[in-house]
């Protein structure tokens, strides 16, 4: 599955993140690509909200990650993982953020610049289904984002 998408405001991106939302309930893990500026944090931002996250989503790229409480159907406590790899340049910096615990445990992980390191992320997606979602810069007003599910 593949899908294009030209967004040109923040209601677009609310409807994007709902669908996703909506079509992956527990454990999916939403790899994101782009440049700066292309818009992968608003993108979280809506897709978090998407998922009832309570608290305010923010770039984690100091702190690498944030962890926020998501709305649960089954009882159990499940959480919205945002982590940002743009300073993450070594394969022991990626290992020490510990994101396969996260998947395991049936929650959404958002991965901003996942590129960096693709190969580590597709080893999990047997624990859950990846969502790459590449994000363009097109001009001022619009962003292509380009979404691809690989599943087990």
């Known amino acids: 599955m593949q899908k294009v998408y030209f967004v040109t405001n923040e209601n677009e991106y609310k409807d994007i993140s709902q669908s996703l939302a909506k ?5 999916a893990i939403f790899a994101l690509t782009g440049g700066l ?29 944030r962890e ?11 959480y919205f993982n945002h982590i940002d790899l743009y300073r ?16 395991k445990r049936e929650n959404i992980v958002v991965i901003e610049w996942a590129d960096k390191f693709k190969s580590e992320i597709m080893s999990m997606k047997k ?26």
């Open 68 to 78: 926020h409480e998501i709305a649960s159907k089954d009882g159990q406590k499940h």
């Open 88 to 103: 993450i340049e070594k394969k022991g910096e990626f290992d020490e953020i510990k994101i396969t615990p996260m998947v």
């Open 37 to 65: 500026g292309s818009g992968k944090t608003t993108f979280t931002r809506h897709l978090g909200k998407a998922y009832g996250t309570k608290s305010t989503i923010k770039s984690p790229t100091f702190t690498l990650h």
């Open 23 to 27: 079509n992956y309930e527990s454990s």
């Open 127 to 152: 624990y859950a289904p990846i969502i790459w979602i590449h994000f363009e810069y097109v001009d001022e007003n619009t962003r292509k984002l380009t979404i691809k599910e690989d599943k087990q």
